[in-house]
Nanobody
Framework: QVQLVESGGGLVQPGGSLRVSCAASGSIFSITTVGWYRQAPGKQRELVARITYGGTTIYAESVKGRFTISRDNAKNTVYLQMNSLKAEDSAVYYC??????WGWGQGTQVTVSS
């Protein structure tokens, strides 16, 4: 069973930037499409960005142009660089495959507030 560990969240002001990371155990990570999901209080978990093993990226309209997903297959790690953050980006951020194959990690809280 692959384990996922997200990190890097925190409190940031509107317009600020933050980078979150997700480390996965197991080399199978490098041959799968991986995505960043988020869940805000009272809302369903949504997929905001994904990256294929070849590096092709797809973004939700709500984050396009502001977020950048990347991966380091040698480190079994995927990143999400978030710029121009808005209050509505506040959520717990998780990584997983697309479609979902693994259990969820603990996530990392991102709070955008002044």
């Amino acid at each position: 069973q692959v384990q996922l560990v997200e990190s890097g969240g925190g409190l940031v002001q509107p317009g600020g930037s933050l980078r979150v990371s997700c480390a996965a155990s197991g080399s199978i990570f490098s041959i799968t499409t991986v995505g960043w999901y988020r869940q805000a209080p009272g809302k369903q978990r949504e997929l905001v960005a994904r990256i294929t093993y070849g590096g092709t990226t797809i973004y939700a309209e709500s984050v396009k142009g502001r977020f950048t997903i990347s991966r380091d297959n040698a480190k079994n790690t995927v990143y999400l660089q978030m710029n121009s953050l808005k209050a509505e980006d506040s959520a717990v951020y998780y990584c997983n495959t697309v479609p979902i194959q693994w259990g969820w990690g603990q996530g990392t809280q991102v709070t955008v507030s002044s």
